[in-house]
């Protein structure tokens, strides 16, 4: 009995003493802790620029910086449609450049390169197209657009996941520039802007 236990002992003693060396070894395995890498202000030879810092890939969100509620991704603010573009945006002849640009790819199919509601689809369709001059559409608040593009209305789906939110909001802009454009008071321009008017400028 006593030889049994002793046994017992000793055996189990021996499966303990494995357990150290298995640390050892496992410690002296260090290939992911000196594993070939690049420190901040290393010198490259890979990249051209001979840097082995290099500058974010177009399009990348930086951490914590992403705010799906905002007015830019959701086009209101306080649960209200916004009545003018989110801060990140300037309205400027660019801005209404890619919006133009924008509209003239995903919206003037249907309704018009002028927004009259007279587009190709339309034309060839049993489909009546609203026109973006009706004075509700002339009214509304421009995150309206921004909605309406983002989520649909009616017979016209979501771009959502086709045109990104800050085209989205180009587009808007453009379309409160051609709502402008076809409703301006002449009375209200100026000689030189009804020079260029006459000119075809």
Not at 30 to 39: A, G, L, N, R, S
Not at 43 to 68: E, H, K
Not at 100 to 121: E, K, M, T, W
Request: proline share 8%.
């Amino acid at each position: 009995m006593v030889y049994s236990v002793r046994k017992s002992i000793l055996s189990r003693l021996v499966r303990l003493a494995w357990l150290p060396l298995c640390f050892l070894l496992v410690a002296c395995h260090v290939d992911m802790y000196d594993q070939p890498k690049y420190k901040p202000n290393d010198v490259s030879t890979f990249f051209p620029d001979g840097r082995a810092m290099q500058p974010p890939p177009a399009n990348t969100v930086p951490l914590n910086s992403y705010n799906p509620e905002s007015p830019l991704m959701t086009g209101r603010i306080e649960g209200q449609l916004a009545d003018q573009l989110p801060p990140e945006l300037k309205l400027d002849a660019a801005l209404l450049a890619h919006g133009q640009s924008r509209y003239n790819a995903f919206c003037a199919p249907c309704h018009g390169l002028v927004g009259d509601g007279q587009g190709v689809i339309a034309y060839r369709g049993p489909m009546t197209v609203p026109s973006l001059h009706q004075d509700r559409l002339r009214t509304v608040q421009i995150g309206y657009f921004f909605d309406v593009i983002t989520n649909g209305v009616g017979r016209m789906y979501s771009y959502a996941s086709r045109i990104p939110p800050e085209d989205r909001w180009a587009i808007a802009a453009y379309v409160r520039a051609l709502q402008l454009s076809q409703n301006a008071d002449v009375a209200l321009l100026s000689e030189a802007e009804l020079e260029q008017v006459r000119a075809g400028r």
